[in-house]
């Protein structure tokens, strides 16, 4: 029984195998784009743990000569004598075949874990690297390392751009025996002598990990929002398919009931029917989701590489937890799409007609109450956007707002359509109007992926483009200067002062002292007076005189981290130091920093700090002759590596990153819409049977196939146009949510939001144009449909 | 001090890669390393400074201290060097490592450091005139005047909770191991230059997690030498140094194999430091308790019997968990012991895996 029952439900797919291709394509895109951007995510995720890792003896703090020149190793050895655990590191640059990469010599046996320093008690043969020179490096720069430097093994723990070596191994390259700094191991025995009684070391603050984690978290929320809202709009195609093919096999489930087959037996049937469709299309999904990430990482590791300096290798690994999640994720599609469909079979009276009621108008009273929950779903996402205090609340707000918009839109096209029709000038505008609405029900699962698929675009749209915006903005307001130059010492910084002097419009020191605001770390910038500031520093909050204040010391300007952690606004009072206080004049944006700011007038910080070195200064010059002054600092000066920096140069790096970024989006954004428009196409051709018997009376009214046609192409794009414009506010509340809620609860900082109309524009285009292609092929159809078809609608009278 | 070959080459080797030897380095010393042999007297004080020639090197004191109210305590305090080369170069290529190991023990609690460095800059290292054996801020520096170096020393070492600073004042001679230094260490011939001074007097000041404690007490030094690893079937060892509540002084070791019956050896030292060797076989020692100590099964109390001097004694640890949790980890700890004969002394246990 069993057999003949599954071969009776199989029979069905067989005749439609474009419905059981919709099916399959709808989950297996639907999973793919979920776990496309999963594998992405967690990829670049352990991208940054290897790179908080590999970042390595840069987290450390580190001891250096106040001038620049490597530590004698002799004062190194007082220190250890003294008890102190720094350990030594002679570095460099070394040339490579394309390029050049930093090699760190360390010392394994007192390097603090951090430094990645090989085990001595590893199985592998420690000697290689104690006095055969063995280089370890990371599998993305061991290619373009020439043999001749030396053997090398791969590590992924090693940031990519490094070479770790034993520091013999790099005294002798260099011919170098005083380590360039030491590393001072994050604990310290207890009562140590203080280190200026033993040498007159400076000491570095080591880089933060979190930092890097806290910026990429940023991008990464976005993308796991969008691979969440590419998941929803393929859960609608993937409800819209099961239905359907639920609702017309309703004929088959009546006669199998009738036959004897137990409802259970059927239930299980069509469970498991329905959990191998799943897994094919979980199966073709993670092939596609792999093809996905695989395709856009590199650009995320670009994008994460230059914005953050965050390394992500760029190659995918396959790995089973993450293909087992997205199988779950298919199988859980599935199931949320066909219990409500199981549902429906379950309580199938026998003797109820057979017809199926697929794609029927629904009920007013049906619409009314999706309408009513459309609605309280929406309140709910305004309270918690206005009551919501946490990350979740955030997302929770986003997924209240997208339902809810996707279940309102039905009762809004229905609304839209009747007070269209009321303005049919003619018969057969009333009735292409009243037609239109009576197709809303059979599309409005594909409408709603679509209304999604828009939304989505438009405020993950938006938000990048806010992002990119304000961040290049910022960037260009602070590297107003056209050159940054560090010096190695303040002798050398005296001498290049001096050399710019007479070369240049004017010379902007950059120094900054360390200090607790709160209790919290802090820095202070001194800034002399100049229109570099005072047209170009990007103010998100200031008082009249603000630039005034400054110039004259009455005024401290702060970020907006400061602001919004301490709570400060202009006129309040900021104690910068024990016994220094000023009243914050205004509040500047400073993104990617965790740490609180403050700028003062350079005279201030001097009289308070006169043995601060000032090695860095902004330079403007005409930006023409920026590079030829660049050059000629290079020449005259030993400056270090990153000793002179065109500001034009990190400007074109910047958008190149951003560039990357917008692939990454820009693809994204084309997958969902095609996924929608896939869903269009699989309800316009199963429609497009079902219709038949609402279209021949008007064909044997005298209306031609071909018109026919047109006005089943003009419906599409009447449901579509509405569809978009409803979609644009979704899409802007969208970004709103995502700037303003979920970006201040995840990083403490609000983004301004930037409008995009073009872009709304060019996606109205994409939707019409996606809907045109997923009508082209019903409407070819009906325009063929012989007329004898149209004719027997009238002999099957139903 | 007798099987710390093993713990030295700690250094560079984990426990299993032991039976491939390290480097190319088989039983045998090649490489170009200098190998002890039999019938070279001692140079002193020449000898107390460094054999870079050696491939491995020990200054190695333990001690047996008493506070005022008579509670026990041990400390231990080692330097191992160990050359990665026969040649020794300059810098940072010196070729020479060094591993500094510090232990304090009460009845309680054990506490261990480890230290590692580089010779060639003034890290780690031994120097001669004046003496000193040093690694960071761990110090064995010579207090002696117009005598041997090693007669009278600073001992200084810290770590984790704990800290000692002790003064060590030889009323003995220097002891040659062996066959006047000469010590064997198994029965293919494998041997090292050995010689100790075990008749240190202690006072100093331990500090603890609890306040300083004024010790004195008795302490035990150990100097030993040689390129040679052990053989290749020998798994571990257990170290024996005893105080007799007579003078008398007493070194003994197993070295536990796989392959055939362990080999033994001990030194039986007269109150004047007249020194009688014994070979392989004289001394027994049998354990007699075991103990779970990081999460493996040590042997924490012993028979231990030398029928030609008639001891016959049973060892218990003040600290049964003296275990080192150092880079290569092992027991090494304080006893007492009683039977024909009552003392204090130091046990050491490596290999129980």
Known sequence: ?798 | MSAKWLLCLALLITPPAFGQGFAGLGTEADDGFAVPEKGVPFDFPADHGPHPAYRIEWWYVTANLQDAAGNDYGIQWTLFRSALKPEAGRGWSANQLWMGHAGLTTAETHYHAERLGRGGFGQAGVTLDPFEAFIDDWSMRSLAVDADPLSAVQLTAKGEGFSYDLALTADGPLVPQGIEGYSVKSPLGQASYYYSQPFYQVAGTLRLPEGDVEVTGQAWLDREWSSQPLSEDQTGWDWFSLHFEDGSKMMGFALRSDASAEFTSATWIEPDGAATPYTDGALRVTPLEWAEVEGRQVPVEWRIELPVRGIDIQTTPLNPQSWMGTSFPYWEGPISFSGSHTGRGYLEMTGYE
């Open chain 1, 1 to 798: 029984m069993y057999r003949s029952a599954l071969s009776a439900l199989l029979a069905h797919w067989m005749r439609h195998k474009l419905q059981l291709f919709s099916l399959i394509v709808g989950l297996a895109l639907a999973t793919a784009l979920w776990s496309g951007v999963q594998a992405i995510n967690s990829e670049a995720r352990d991208s940054y743990d290897r790179a908080a890792s590999a970042l390595g003896q840069d987290q450390l703090e580190r001891l250096v000569m106040a001038d620049g020149s490597p530590v004698p190793v002799s004062v190194y050895a007082e220190l250890r004598r003294a008890g102190w655990r720094v350990s030594p590191v002679i570095e460099g640059s070394v040339d490579l075949a394309e390029g050049s990469a930093r090699l760190v010599g360390i010392d394994p046996l007192t390097a603090p874990p951090q430094a990645n320093a090989p085990a001595l008690t590893d199985e592998d043969d420690p000697t290689r690297f104690l006095i055969e020179g063995l280089l370890i490096a990371s599998p993305e720069l061991a290619p373009r390392i020439p043999a001749e430097l030396g053997a090398i093994e791969t590590s992924s723990s090693i940031a990519v751009d490094t070479i770790l070596t034993d520091i013999s191994t790099a005294a002798e390259r260099f011919g170098q025996t005083n380590p360039s700094y030491l590393l001072v191991a994050a604990t310290q025995p207890a009562d140590l002598p203080p280190l200026s009684e033993v040498a007159s070391l400076q000491r570095v603050a080591g880089e933060n990990p979190s930092d890097i984690a806290r910026l990429t978290d940023s991008f990464h929320l976005n993308l796991t929002a969008f691979g969440l809202l590419s998941f929803a709009v393929g859960l609608f195609i993937v409800h819209a398919a099961i239905g359907l093919a639920f609702e017309q096999r309703r004929a088959t489930f009546r006669t199998l009931r009738a036959l004897g087959v137990p409802l259970r037996s059927l239930i299980t049937l069509l469970a498991v029917e329905l959990a191998t469709f799943a897994i094919i299309a979980g199966l073709i999904g993670i092939a596609l989701g792999y093809a996905i990430a695989a395709a856009l990482l590199p650009n995320v590791a670009g994008t994460l590489r230059g914005l953050y300096g965050a390394d992500v290798t760029g190659q995918l690994n396959f790995d089973a937890l993450w293909a087992a999640a997205a199988l779950g994720i298919s199988l859980a599609g599935a199931a949320i799409a066909g219990a409500q469909a199981l549902s429906r079979v379950a309580r199938l009276p026998i003797l109820a007609p057979a017809q199926p009621r697929a794609w029927a108008r629904a009920s007013a009273k049906a619409l009314r109450r999706q309408s009513a929950a459309a609605a309280g779903l929406l309140a709910l996402s305004v309270a918690l956007a206005i009551f919501g205090s946490s990350l979740l609340a955030g997302f929770a707000c986003l997924a209240c707002l997208l339902v809810g918009a996707a279940l309102a839109l039905p009762g809004l096209l229905t609304w839209a359509l009747d007070q269209a029709a009321r303005f049919g000038q003619t018969a057969l505008g009333e009735w292409l109007f009243a037609d239109t609405r009576q197709q809303v029900p059979g599309l409005s699962l594909a409408l709603m992926a679509l209304l999604l698929a828009l939304a989505a675009n438009i405020g993950v749209g938006t938000m990048v483009g806010s992002f990119r915006g304000t961040f290049t903005g910022w960037l260009d307001q602070r590297l107003a200067a056209e050159l940054y130059v560090s010096a190695r010492s303040e002798a050398q910084a005296e001498d290049v002062r001096a050399f710019l002097e007479p070369r240049s419009d004017a010379l902007l020191p950059i120094w900054s002292v360390e200090t607790r605001i709160s209790g919290l770390p802090a820095e202070v910038f001194g800034i002399v007076d100049h229109e570099t500031y005072r047209n170009h520093w990007p103010l998100l909050d200031a008082e009249a005189n603000v630039w005034d204040r400054i110039a004259d010391g009455s005024g401290a300007l702060i970020n907006e981290q400061l602001a919004r952690r301490d709570d400060l606004s202009p006129g309040d009072v900021v104690e910068l130091e024990p016994s220094w206080t000023l009243p914050v004049v205004g509040i500047y944006s400073d993104y990617g920093n965790p740490s609180g700011q403050a700028i003062v007038a350079d005279a201030s910080l001097e009289a308070r700090h006169p043995d601060i070195p000032k090695l860095r200064l902004a330079v403007r010059v005409d930006p023409e002759d920026a590079p030829a002054l660049a050059e000629a600092l290079r020449a005259r000066f030993d400056l270090p590596g990153q000793g002179v920096i065109n500001q034009d140069e990190i400007k074109q790096f910047s958008m190149n990153m951003f560039e990357q970024t917008f692939r990454v989006t820009g693809a994204l954004n084309v997958l969902t819409l095609g996924v929608a428009a896939f869903a269009m196409l699989a309800s316009l051709l199963t429609l497009a049977s079902m219709r038949l018997p609402q279209l021949a009376p008007v064909w044997a009214l005298g209306l031609t196939r071909a018109k026919l046609a047109r006005f089943e192409l003009a419906r599409t794009l009447i449901l579509a146009l509405l569809t978009w414009v409803i979609s644009i506010p979704v899409g802007l509340l969208l970004a709103w949510v995502l700037l303003s809620v979920v970006n201040v609860e995840a990083f403490g900082w609000k983004l301004p939001m930037e409008i995009f109309p073009s872009d709304w524009f060019r996606l109205g285009g994409l939707a019409l144009l996606a809907a045109c292609l997923a009508t082209l092929w019903p409407i070819r159809s009906l325009a063929r449909t012989p007329p004898s078809a149209l004719l027997k609608v009238f002999a099957h009278e139903r």
